[in-house]
């Protein structure tokens, strides 16, 4: 009895309609509907779409990230460079140093030096006329009573002003007030703070306007000593007409290196000075220098306490930091900070423009295009820096673009990589069934003899039919023959070996329109090859699929060859499965046969099919 025989009859008129429903299962992949779906990576209107989308949302990122000090220290190394290329600003020709340096040091003995000197300085600076008087020094601790009576003397006598600082420490976890001597700051006209505000990596950028500690507030000495010199009033904290950053700090305009801005007078060629024009000789330092000038006297010498850093110099004199702070109170020199909507603004339009720039991804010229809009950023930004003192954060918007290039390019990496797997799947896949299309298969064939052949490696080919394809569909209609190919390209697939090495694996392609063929890497045709032949025989006659109400069964016939030793194309050996294939049709279906005649070293079995069960 055949198999065909065995089939339940089917009512006239033939029906070959799906059931109800069957179009909407989740298991109908073999529909031309479900065949013809696009990856979402294919639609390119919709791939920018989501590009932007994940720009934005960088952009966003970005914004949020501003508020934050998390890059503020790189901002402040491109701050800093911008110092370094500026060009040196002029100084204020009425500021003056009077530096206790190294010269003076070692001519007037080790530091700290008996106070007669200062009150020696104060009265050769009152007799020159200066303009005022500043002691960037405390005198906290009493000397000997001639030293204390002479400056005190000193201090009261002078027809200049004298101004000394006050400072602020933290002692055992409170903050305190430092002054000095109640008998020197009665008789100076005017106090201030002299705190710097270090950021952490200790480089004094900006400096508190005003500075209080419980009920006692202070300006900055430098501020005290401007508003002063300029004969106004110094207003309160909150109407300094000076631009601050977000914590009401004022950021300190230097206008070069130490010693090249400024005049400089040695502290001990001002005392020989005021000496040699006792003895009437000519002085190393003319009373015309100090005359009318705001005279600061301070520590300069390298090793000692009041050295600082700054943003163009790791050493750089406390003293520095006050005279700076006069002429930019003058001029109103100021370092002008953008406030963070400012900072957003120019982020945020940077950033679109980058997104602009890079949304059409190509490679050389987006980098190109992504590395002139750095460039012209940090470059409009030094302009602004150095022409007008306004700084505008160029760290940020620079990392902005560089994210968003290797976002643009990772995104476009995998988005070009999904649509050529894609398209490569399309290209060399069945589309109902998976499996290779014939037409790729036959490279891999190739390529796998000519490997073989020089290896000596065996290689074997199966050729695969489904008996009475034709039947199934006439009687049941072609959706239940699409499914009778999936499940056999299923069974195919899943008895060969394709989780081995890349040259032990298997290779699996749709022939035709019932036919399958398989290629076997390594594989011996009586060995490992006739066992998977009819592993996959035995496992499809075992199969039944459910198709409306009956139960439906079906076989395969399955033809073997392998590549002869001298054999270094396929084609003879397809040729040689596909007569055994037609063989197997002919013997009664449902068998596996190998290729008739021996061309290998090994003997072919006995029996070269294997009939169907009983």
């Not at 990230?65 to 290329?85: A, H, M, P």
């Not at 204020?92 to 300085?121: K, L």
């Not at 400024?262 to 040699?276: A, E, G, V």
Request: with cysteine; charged share 20%.
């Amino acid at each position: 009895m055949s198999f065909l025989a065995s089939l339940p009859k089917v009512p006239d008129p033939v029906k070959k309609i799906p059931p109800p429903g069957f179009l909407k299962r989740e298991d109908n992949l073999f529909t031309r509907k479900s065949r013809d779906v696009i990856s979402l990576f294919r639609n390119l209107p919709t791939a920018y779409l989501y590009q932007l989308l994940g720009s934005v949302l960088i952009l966003i990122f970005y914004l949020g990230l501003l508020k934050t000090s998390f890059f503020v220290r790189f901002e402040n190394v491109i701050y800093d460079s911008f110092f370094r290329l500026r060009p040196s600003l002029a100084s204020h020709p009425s500021v003056v140093y009077i530096q206790i340096a190294e010269d003076s040091i070692q001519d007037i003995g080790r530091w700290p030096w008996p106070r007669h000197y200062h009150a020696v300085m104060t009265h050769i600076l009152s007799e020159w006329q200066a303009k005022a008087i500043v002691f960037d020094m405390l005198f906290t601790e009493p000397s000997t009573e001639f030293d204390d009576g002479a400056l005190e003397e000193a201090m009261a006598t002078s027809q200049s002003p004298v101004y000394l600082p006050v400072l602020l420490e933290n002692r055992k976890g409170e903050e305190v007030w430092v002054h000095s001597l109640p008998r020197f700051e009665s008789h100076a006209k005017g106090v201030g703070h002299v705190n710097g505000v270090p950021d952490s990596d200790g480089v004094i950028r900006r400096i508190h306007p005003y500075l209080q500690s419980e009920s006692e507030i202070f300006p900055h000495l430098a501020l005290r000593l401007a508003y002063d010199y300029a004969g106004l009033k110094l207003p309160p904290e909150k109407k300094l007409p000076f631009p601050r950053d977000s914590e009401g700090n004022v950021m300190v305009n230097y206008p070069g290196k130490w010693v090249q801005t400024f005049n400089h007078i040695s502290y001990r060629d001002l005392l020989k000075s005021f000496q040699l024009i006792r003895e009437g000789k000519p002085p190393i330092i003319s009373p015309e220098v100090i005359k009318g000038k705001i005279c600061l006297i301070g520590l300069t010498a390298t090793g000692l306490w009041d050295i600082k850093a700054n943003p163009i110099e790791a050493v750089y004199p406390a003293i520095g930091v006050n005279g700076t702070v006069i002429q930019n109170s003058l001029q109103n020199q100021f370092i002008s900070p953008a406030n963070y909507a400012l900072n957003a603004i120019c982020l945020a339009v940077i950033g679109m423009v980058a997104i602009f720039c890079f949304h059409p991804f190509r490679n050389f010229v987006s980098f190109l295009a992504g590395s002139a809009l750095a460039l012209g950023w940090g470059l409009t930004a030094y302009f602004f820096f150095a022409w007008h003192g306004r700084w505008l954060y160029v760290f940020h918007p620079i990392l902005l673009i560089l994210t968003l290039f290797i976002f643009t390019a990772i995104y476009n990496y995998t988005i070009g990589k999904r649509e050529r797997t894609h398209l490569f799947k399309l290209a060399t896949r069945d589309g109902l069934t998976g499996l290779f299309v014939i037409r790729y298969f036959r490279e891999i064939l190739n390529k796998a003899v000519q490997d073989s052949h020089i290896q000596k490696q065996p290689l074997s080919l199966l050729i695969l039919d489904i008996d009475d394809f034709k039947k199934i569909n006439d009687t049941y209609g072609h959706l239940a023959g699409d499914k009778v190919l999936k499940e056999v390209s299923h069974i195919i697939h899943s008895c060969s070996r394709s989780k081995r090495p890349f040259t032990q694996t298997d290779y699996v392609a749709r022939y035709g329109g019932e036919e399958f063929m398989v290629m076997l890497r390594g594989a011996a045709i009586t060995e490992s090859a006739f066992k998977i032949a009819n592993r996959i025989r035995k496992k499809v006659e075992d199969t039944a699929i459910k198709w409306e109400h009956h139960s439906l069964r079906f076989t395969v016939s399955i033809g073997i060859a392998s590549l002869g030793p001298e054999e270094a194309l396929p084609d003879p050996m397809v040729s040689r499965a596909d007569e055994a294939l037609y063989r197997a049709k002919r013997e009664g279906k449902n068998r596996v046969c190998l290729e008739r005649l021996s061309l290998h070293p090994f003997p072919h079995p006995s029996v070269d099919q294997i009939p169907p069960a009983a």
